[in-house]
């Protein structure tokens, strides 16, 4: 059974700062994480891609609205990913959900579709307030 834990978020003021993890917890050592990506999703909107990283290039992405705040890097571990979250905005109030691929990824790409990912977390809540 392969289970994402999602650790980390909370409250903090407008320009503070937070960090998500995630971890792939596999019981049965058949998953290998090729990408590994955070969503997310606001009071009253559907759910939005954040960043996203290659686990076997490092290579990232990050949507525009966070690039240069939010910073992704997976863990030496290869099963593992976390967003450093600086600069924080009350708009990045969200559930922020972990996602992980086991399908094989081509070169250097980096997915921000969502059906791109197989496993999903439960989401963590952030909140920033003004």
């Known amino acids: 059974q392969v289970r994402l834990i999602e650790t980390g978020g909370g409250q903090v003021q407008a320009g503070g700062s937070l960090s998500v993890s995630c971890v792939v917890s596999?019981?049965?050592?058949?998953?290998?994480?090729?990408?590994m990506g955070w969503f997310r999703q606001g009071p009253g909107k559907d759910r939005e891609f954040v960043a996203a990283i290659n686990m076997n290039t490092a290579d990232r992405k990050y949507a525009g609205s966070v690039k240069g705040r939010f910073t992704i890097a997976r863990g030496n571990a290869r099963n593992t990913a976390t967003l450093q979250m600086n600069s924080l905005k009350p708009g990045d109030t969200a559930v922020y959900y972990c996602?992980?691929?086991?399908?094989?990824?081509?070169?250097?790409?980096?997915?921000?579709?969502?059906?791109?990912?197989?496993?999903w977390g439960r989401g963590t809540q952030v909140t920033v307030a003004l």
């Open positions: 996602a992980a691929r086991s399908r094989n990824i081509l070169n250097s790409l980096v997915y921000e579709a969502p059906q791109a990912y197989d496993y």
């Open positions: 596999d019981s049965t050592f058949s998953v290998s994480t090729s990408a």
